[in-house]
């Protein structure tokens, strides 16, 4: 069995980027050691911790989140994601299965930077939040919604946990801590979260040491400290001006 | 190419008529003789420039999550322009020749895809409107993330980005390098950069991805019409 030393994931102490990952070491049962770095406090939030090492450890393109396994190292959370899941086997059975797992992971981190660009926003941060509650997030959660619904698996590829599932899993669970509605119209995605949490191989660490750190720096407006999914209930719309509607392509 | 009018429908590659984020998977298509259809979706004039020819066939074409790039491959249909890049690299062999040559493959695709998102809000944005605000991003972004891949290749001294043989990272690589470099209008930059001058030149030698260069950067423009930079085919120095 290899020991903790083999493989090393240095990120910040948050979930952000890098928990799909820790997950799925967590579910694997690998020994790893779990390299945090920490911020400073308001106002500068230095990143003295990480930037002293940064350009130490060995790194082609340093960068957060960062993988060393034995003399392997590499960085940007999708490739350190996908290697981990094809040494676990958990890349598919087939072509097909492989890329249909990359394309989710690849689809989920599109809606992650999109509530990214939302929670750290100090300007506006309401009617962004707003907006993005109402208008962006149902449109990504519908796709997951039918995906699901076609699949008909328990998991998003089959009756087997992927490298997609643990990525999936947890940016909707970012969405999920910032939407204030109940998903009552997603009982898939719902379902899919409940059986993720009840995985026996995963259930104590996502109640503990998971549930604890935030999901976004200490500088971002939302998630910057560990807070839960609260149910506002539906109010009348507020009368005020609409803002001018941001270009997308 | 000699492909039969089946085989050559058998793939399929939808995207705006760009190079923006399909450009690679073209050139490791082409790289790879591999035959395909280009699907080409055209955007409207200014002011409106409408992508109704898109959003109008856009959910339905049988995608779980509709967008632009899309690959059809008989009955496998996706999108994300890098999850089709590695489904093409793996049909094609280019993907390295070991786990650890793929994990090096992955990690430079997506670092050159942050390199090429960074850049983007500036030619989309107010910046890339003005000469001193496309300037200002080439003599610091630009030139920051070119001295990463410069590094790069200086301490691997491999004559592709990874091994000594073409894999989908040089595709990646050189496209998203080469539509940063178009926003020096100086052509100067490129020179402070030995290794990355010499890659560039190594990609467009390979048999197949040269022609195929030549031809389509003088068709397709960089960036969406929209764009205040490159959204029309640039000038050749």
């Known amino acids: 069995m290899a020991s903790k030393d083999q493989v090393i994931l240095g990120y910040w102490d948050i979930r952000g980027f890098a928990e799909p990952s820790r997950l799925l070491l967590h579910y694997t049962k690998t020994p790893f050691t779990n390299k945090l770095y920490h911020f400073g406090d308001a106002p500068d939030f230095k990143r003295e911790e990480w930037l002293k090492e940064k350009n130490s450890l060995g790194l082609d393109f340093p960068n957060l989140p960062y993988l060393i396994d034995g003399d392997l190292k590499l960085s940007q959370a999708k490739t350190i994601l996908t290697h981990l899941g094809r040494k676990f086997k958990l890349m598919g059975n087939n072509e097909r299965e492989t890329s249909l797992i990359e394309l989710l992971i690849d689809q ?55 490298a997609a599932d643990f990525q999936v899993f947890e940016y909707l669970d970012h969405c999920w801590i910032l939407s204030n509605d109940n998903w009552a119209e997603y009982p898939k995605i719902l379902a899919y979260m409940k059986a993720f949490r009840e995985l026996p191989e995963l259930k104590k660490y996502l109640e503990s040491e998971h549930a604890k750190r935030p999901i976004n720096g200490k500088m971002a407006k939302f998630g910057g400290k560990a807070v839960q999914h609260e149910e506002k209930k539906k109010e009348e719309p507020a009368k005020t001006d609409e803002s001018e509607k941001s270009a997308t392509t | 190419m000699s492909a039969s009018d089946t085989e050559k429908n058998q793939l399929v590659l939808g995207y705006w008529a760009i190079r923006g984020l399909a450009e ?33 066939v856009k959910q339905s074409q049988g995608l779980d999550f509709p967008n632009l790039p899309y690959l059809f491959d008989g009955d496998l249909k ?92 040089d595709f990646q690589l050189y496209e998203y390098i ?17 290794n990355i001058k010499q890659f560039m030149k190594t990609i467009r030698e390979l048999p197949r991805v040269g022609d195929y260069i030549t031809k389509a950067h003088a068709q397709l423009p960089i960036n969406s019409k929209m764009a205040k930079f490159a959204g029309k085919v640039l000038e050749e120095k």
């Open chain 2, 24 to 56: 690679p998977i073209r050139l490791a298509l082409h790289y790879s003789n591999t035959p395909y259809t280009e699907k080409l979706y055209q955007q409207g004039e200014g002011p409106e420039f409408s992508l109704d020819e898109w959003f109008s």
């Open chain 2, 78 to 169: 996706m999108t994300q322009s890098r999850a089709i890049l590695y489904y093409i690299g793996r049909k094609a062999n280019l993907m390295g020749k070991t786990p650890t040559e793929e994990a090096h493959v992955m990690m430079l695709c997506e670092q050159a895809h942050d390199f090429r998102m960074k850049t983007a809000p500036v030619a989309y944005g107010p910046e890339g409107a003005t000469k001193e605000g496309r300037k200002n991003c080439v003599d610091t972004v630009i030139s920051e993330e070119l001295k990463k891949f410069d590094d790069y290749f200086g301490k691997h001294k491999t004559k592709f980005a990874v091994g000594d043989h073409p894999t989908v990272a």
């Open chain 1, 108 to 162: 989920s981190n599109d809606l992650r930077q999109e509530l990214n660009n939302v929670c750290y926003r100090a300007i506006n941060f309401d009617a962004v939040s707003k907006k993005f509650c109402d208008e962006t997030l149902p449109i990504h959660l519908k796709l997951f919604e039918d995906f699901l619904k076609r699949q008909g698996k328990k998991w998003l590829i089959g009756d087997n946990l992927t």
């Open chain 2, 178 to 194: 080469d539509a940063n470099l178009a926003m020096d209008e100086e052509h100067t930059l490129v020179d402070k950069f030995s």
